[in-house]
C-alpha cells in the first residue's frame, strides 16, 4: 500500500522545474564572460531563492511526518539536495514517479526505470559537476583543467571510471568534488550492469519457459 502523501506529488512538478532553473542559473554563474554584472547578480538570486524553496519544502515535509530524526534518515535523498545544492537536479528524476500515481498508469519494468534513472543521473550529475569542476580549477596555478571543454572531458572520463590523466584537478575543492564523482560513477555503473544483467536473466527465463514442451 502506497502511503506517500499525494501533496508530495504535487509539489513533484514546481520542484522539478527549480531544479532546472537552479542548474540553469549556477550554470549562468559559471560560463558567463563580459556580460553585465546584473547577470550574476540575478543567478545568484536564482540560486539563493530556489535553496530557500527546498529548505521551506524539507521543513514541511519533515513537519507532516511526524518521524522526528528518523526523517532525515528515510528521506535522505531531500536531505542531500538540501546539504549539498549540486545534487539538486537529480530531483528530476522523482518527476517521472509523481506524475504516473497521480495518472494511475502502469509503471516501466524495475530494470528499465533503474536504467532511466541512472542515465539520467549521469547527465546531471556529470553537468554539474563539469562547472563545479571549472570553477575551482580554472585560474589555479599548475592547473590543467583551463577550458569548460576540459572539464567535461575529464568528468566524463571519471564518471566512467576511466581516468584517462591527461586533466587532473589540482585544487583540493575540485579533488573533492573527483572523489564525489568517481563514488557516484561507481555507483551508477553498478546499477546499470546490475539492472541489465537483470534484465537479460529474465529474458532468457521466459524464452527458456516458452520453449518448454508442456508437462515436463
Known amino acids: 500500500m502506497d502511503t506517500r502523501d499525494p501533496r508530495e506529488?504535487?509539489?513533484?512538478?514546481?520542484?522539478?522545474?527549480?531544479?532546472l532553473l537552479f542548474l540553469a542559473a549556477y550554470a549562468l554563474l559559471v560560463l558567463s564572460t563580459g556580460l553585465p554584472d546584473v547577470w550574476h547578480s540575478l543567478a545568484l538570486a536564482v540560486i539563493a531563492a530556489v535553496w530557500?524553496?527546498?529548505a521551506l519544502d524539507y521543513a514541511a515535509r519533515w513537519?507532516?511526518?511526524?518521524?522526528?530524526?528518523?526523517?532525515?534518515?528515510?528521506?535522505?535523498?531531500?536531505?542531500?539536495?538540501?546539504v549539498l545544492p549540486l545534487l539538486r537536479p537529480l530531483r528530476i528524476v522523482r518527476l517521472y514517479e509523481a506524475v504516473v500515481r497521480r495518472r494511475g498508469?502502469?509503471?516501466?519494468?524495475?530494470?528499465?526505470?533503474?536504467?532511466f534513472y541512472a542515465g539520467v543521473s549521469v547527465l546531471l550529475i556529470g553537468f554539474a559537476g563539469a562547472l563545479a569542476v571549472?570553477?575551482?580549477?580554472?585560474?589555479?596555478?599548475?592547473?590543467?583543467?583551463?577550458?569548460?571543454?576540459?572539464?567535461?572531458?575529464w568528468t566524463c572520463s571519471t564518471l566512467a571510471t576511466v581516468g584517462y590523466g591527461d586533466v587532473t584537478p589540482v585544487t583540493f575543492m575540485g579533488r573533492t568534488i573527483a572523489v564525489a564523482l568517481m563514488a557516484c560513477g561507481l555507483a551508477l555503473l553498478g546499477a546499470v550492469t546490475g539492472s541489465f544483467a537483470s534484465?537479460?536473466?529474465?529474458?532468457?527465463?521466459?524464452?527458456?519457459?516458452?520453449?518448454?514442451p508442456p508437462g515436463s
Open 105 to 115: 498508469r502502469p509503471r516501466f519494468s524495475l530494470q528499465a526505470r533503474v536504467m
Open 52 to 54: 530557500l524553496l527546498f
Open 63 to 82: 513537519r507532516r511526518s511526524g518521524q522526528g530524526p528518523r526523517f532525515v534518515r528515510t528521506h535522505w535523498l531531500d536531505t542531500l539536495v538540501l
Open 134 to 153: 571549472y570553477q575551482q580549477e580554472r585560474g589555479a596555478p599548475g592547473a590543467t583543467i583551463r577550458t569548460f571543454g576540459d572539464s567535461v572531458w
Open 199 to 212: 534484465w537479460l536473466m529474465t529474458v532468457f527465463a521466459t524464452d527458456e519457459e516458452r520453449e518448454r
Open 9 to 19: 506529488d504535487r509539489a513533484e512538478i514546481p520542484l522539478a522545474v527549480a531544479s
